[in-house]
């Protein structure tokens, strides 16, 4: 899901920020509410406050205002804010914080600092990479608030901070709106809201209940101040997120109390931000008398109270043409954001929308870059104009020269169920992100741990906690190094591609412009991630000999075999650099010869072809079965042996027991078999091992000298033509005795694996440390592959019995099982054409791999839904 956050910066006498934050979504439409109280009236109160601010003659310190969306979804605008300003800046000098949210309505108007107990923040702090180290939860916003509305002439609500109750101390709040991630980040916050904390409510003293109001209870018992039957009570005293939340309801239950609330918050934080002693305090530096005015606000009684009602009207009273209720992720979350911003226009403001996109945040030295592109989709002899975007990220090396690693972010098959778990990528409101834990050691001296946020989009049924070897992944949580100072001797660039699957378009896209804007020169590498995870065998390919299998993808960049290059080097270094990689179990092998894919070469349908054309060589990373005779015979399309992806699976031919009738050929990628909850169900623990031992190999190519050998080749161009008349072998002439590397029984029996589920996602702190490298020990996958685990290092490991899966081009989805040129390798334009595979796994590597020697934490403003205060029935996994 989507949403943007909207800035407004102010600037002062002194470059010391105060920000002030109000979310502007609500929840709630389907009850009736209208998010008046919530969070309207903070809204409101920020309109009021920068209208307010055009007039005055001085500002002490310079006011930041932050309109967020998405809060009441998971507080995603306030932590996508906090994330990306982590590493862009954005937060250096921001040294105070206050949070509008409900500041009308309830029966107090308080203001809070946050917990002293740091497990109350403590799962959002996690979901930024921050632990208590940073967090803040100092008083003295919350102390200088008050002292400036106490000093406030005129108004009828004076803050005032809860007493002592079980749980919340006096004067503290939870994590439940936007000031949380500001206090993770070690900013000290004061948060206003009105409530009522004397109430014993649903959950005892938490101030959940907002109001004794008769009206907001089915009874009230004023006696014990909670319900007259704690059983049978459905309404607890709550206005927020019910019928009760509208202008029309409030006025009527309280004449006048929200219009002064407001008023009367406004006013009073005005005189923090105009009498500069209040800042002063919190920046502890003296100003001199000029940057501030001392004494009370200049503001009179009531004179902001009718300008902010007036807002608040506006953006919620339906009846009178307000907007209404602004549900996250809707029509009218879009007007209210637009709303917002023509009135700050209007008010001479200049507003920078930063819309939450799929976009990782990265080390400073790592920017994203987002690209956008357009091509052409032919469907049925009609072609229509598509759009996508490629995302880029630099790292710098030591050395100039540049490894490039790609993975695509599209799917296909989501009408066969398919949710891209292997192949690549897939759009889910519904999502959890994965983090990647690697121990790198030997690097440079001492021993390295990084924690590594990857964006995994999957189902949330299927959680799954993965350790293998030296990586080990678990779910819902975020962390930053803790130490990756490693040198990395050359420069990596990330780059994700949109659009792969209707013809690698985005690779294309980025090839073509690199042609000639020179982003080419000095790429010496390309590694593709493509489907690194389900199949039976993890195979590395270089480029095919036979420049006619590539020569479609070339003509369109318009180049030929002058350019093209099938040099194996780097597949090679690739093979070298898993080999002498310590504690992996899947070790990157290398197919046999088989008809129309000579050993260790690849066709033309996945993101690695453009760069081959454009004289650039390749490895290209996937889990396939090149042994199994497939649809298509020996081209590495059928995946794997597992009985789970076949109508009937015969042993003896490794073949269908009948090709006729067979339907379903052993394949993953595309198919409802593409999902991490079936495949951990077929294949235990496998995904998460061969993704690790992926991340593994590639982090010890990107750290070690492989790529000096790459810069150093004299990279060969086409020299040699395959010889294209050879026919298909029989099935006699293709040794099939691989069950000394495949171990059938450990697949097609579904041994039980001591694989750990994770069963209580919503905190993750039962996840053992990254340092217990044996915490799988017995999981039962490939146990017997001699060929493919043990090599001699300085051997190339080829899979004598085994093979990986070269997934061919074909021209539709609805062709790919049926038509004899789906052994052609010809790429289509159209809709479903080239291969995938763990696209979440090629993503999650390929950030994994650079991250953990680049030393950052990669942050998506994704986000699942879920209710606001859910701490007490549902786990909040939702960034």
């Known amino acids: ?262 008023g009367d918050t406004v006013d009073s934080v005005l005189t923090f931000l105009i009498n500069g002693t209040f800042m002063d305090s919190i920046v502890a530096s003296p100003l001199s008398a000029t940057n501030g005015i001392d004494g009370t606000t200049a503001a009179t009684e009531g004179s902001y109270d009718i300008v902010a009602y007036a807002y608040l009207t506006a953006l919620t009273d339906e009846a009178n043409e307000g907007l209404g209720a602004r549900v996250t992720n809707t029509e009218q979350e879009v007007a209210a954001k637009e709303f917002l911003t023509s009135t700050l226009t209007d008010l001479g403001y200049e507003v920078l929308a930063i819309q939450a996109k799929l976009l990782p945040v990265l080390p400073r030295f790592a920017a994203v870059t987002a690209v956008d592109f357009t091509y052409n989709k032919t469907t049925d002899d009609v072609t229509t104009t598509m759009a996508s975007t490629n995302l880029i990220v630099d790292i710098p090396g030591a050395n100039p020269e540049i490894v490039l690693l790609v993975a695509h972010y599209d799917t296909t098959g989501a009408d066969k169920g398919s949710e891209g778990a292997t192949d690549n990528h897939v759009d889910h409101n519904d999502a959890l992100l994965v983090k990647l834990q690697i121990n790198v050691s030997d690097i440079q001296d001492g021993f390295y741990l990084t924690i590594v946020l990857i964006p995994v989009l999957i189902p949330h049924s299927a959680v799954v906690d993965i350790f293998s070897g030296a990586g080990s992944a678990g779910l819902l949580t975020l962390a930053q190094a803790v130490k990756a100072t490693a040198s990395i001797p050359y420069t990596i660039r990330l780059l994700w591609t949109g659009a792969e699957e209707n013809g690698l378009n985005g690779a294309l896209d980025y090839v073509a412009s690199g042609l000639t804007n020179g982003d080419l020169d000095n790429v010496k590498a390309v590694i593709n991630f493509d489907t690194v995870g389900g199949g039976d065998f993890l195979y590395v390919h270089s480029a095919h000999e036979d420049y006619s299998e590539y020569e479609s993808r070339c003509a369109k960049l318009g180049l030929t075999n002058a350019t093209y290059t099938f040099d194996p080097i780097v597949r090679d270094q690739l093979l070298e650099a898993s080999a002498s990689t310590e504690s992996v179990e899947h070790i990157f092998i290398i197919h046999p010869d088989f008809p129309g894919y000579p050993m260790g070469q690849t066709g033309s349908w996945s993101d690695h072809s453009p760069f081959a054309c454009a004289g650039i060589p390749i490895g290209y990373v996937e889990t396939t079965n090149f042994n199994i005779d497939g649809l298509s015979h020996y081209d590495g399309y059928s995946q794997t042996v597992n009985p789970m992806m076949w109508d009937c699976f015969n042993e003896t031919t490794v073949s269908a027991c009948n090709r006729t009738s067979e339907t379903k050929w052993g394949k993953i990628w595309h ?70 590397a495949t171990d059938i029984d450990a697949v097609t029996d579904n041994v039980e694996s001591t694989a750990v589920v994770d069963t209580d996602a919503a905190d993750d702190t039962d996840m053992p440390a990254a340092t217990d490298t044996d915490a799988v020990t017995d999981l039962v996958v490939d146990t017997d592959a001699a060929d493919d685990t043990d090599p001699v290092i300085d051997t190339i490991p080829v899979a004598t019995d085994t093979e990986t899966a070269a997934i061919p081009d074909v021209e539709s989805e609805e062709d790919a099982d049926t038509t004899a040129e789906a052994n052609t390798g010809e790429p289509a334009d159209t809709e479903g054409g080239d291969s995938g595979g763990l696209s979440t796994g090629g993503i999650i590597g390929i950030i994994a791999a650079v991250l953990v020697v680049g030393g950052g934490a990669a942050v998506f403003f994704i986000y699942r839904k879920k209710q606001k205060r859910s701490y007490t029935t549902e786990s909040t996994t939702n960034l």
């Not at 979504?25 to 409101?44: F, L, Q, V």
């Not at 077929?682 to 061969?690: K, S, Y």
């Open 1 to 262: 899901m989507a949403s943007t956050n909207l800035i407004v910066d102010i600037s002062g006498a002194n470059p010391e920020i105060v920000l002030l934050v109000a979310h502007y979504d609500t929840i709630g439409a389907d009850k009736g509410s209208e998010g008046a109280t919530d969070n309207g009236a903070g809204t409101s109160g920020l309109l009021a406050l920068a209208q307010a601010l055009t007039t005055a003659e001085t500002i002490p310190y310079s006011i930041r205002l932050l309109w967020t969306g998405a809060e009441e979804n998971g507080l995603n605008g306030a932590l996508d804010y906090v994330a990306q300003g982590l590493t862009n800046g954005a937060l250096d000098n921001v040294k105070a914080v206050i949070n509008f949210d409900t500041v009308g309505g309830g029966d107090f108007l308080y203001v809070h600092s946050a917990h002293e107990d740091y497990s109350e923040y403590e799962s959002r702090c996690k979901k930024l990479g921050l632990t208590n180290e940073t967090y803040n939860f100092d008083p003295i916003v919350r102390d200088q608030l008050l002292q400036a509305s106490e000093n406030t002439e005129g108004i009828e609500h004076v803050f005032i901070i809860h007493p002592d109750f079980p749980g919340y101390p006096t004067g503290q709040t939870g994590s439940w709106s936007d000031h949380s991630p500001f206090a993770c980040a070690g900013i000290p916050i004061g948060y206003v809201e009105t409530t009522n904390f004397n109430i014993d409510g649903q959950s005892h003293y938490d101030g959940y209940s907002q109001t004794v109001n008769p009206m907001m209870w089915d009874c009230f018992n004023e006696t014990t101040v909670s319900a007259c039957n704690r059983t049978s009570e459905t309404k607890w005293g709550k206005i927020w997120h019910t019928e009760f939340d509208r202008l029309d309801v409030l006025e009527e239950a309280f004449p006048g109390r929200v219009q002064e609330q407001l």
């Open 671 to 740: 198919t409802e078999f593409d999902r991490l909850d079936v495949l951990e169900e077929a294949f235990p623990g496998r995904v998460q091992e061969q993704l690790g031992d992926t991340v593994d190999s590639v982090i010890t190519f990107l750290t070690g000298d492989f790529m000096d050998a790459v810069v150093a080749a004299e990279v060969s161009k086409n020299t040699v033509v395959a010889d294209t008349s050879m026919d298909t072998a029989s099935e006699a002439e293709v040794d099939t005795d691989f069950a000394s």
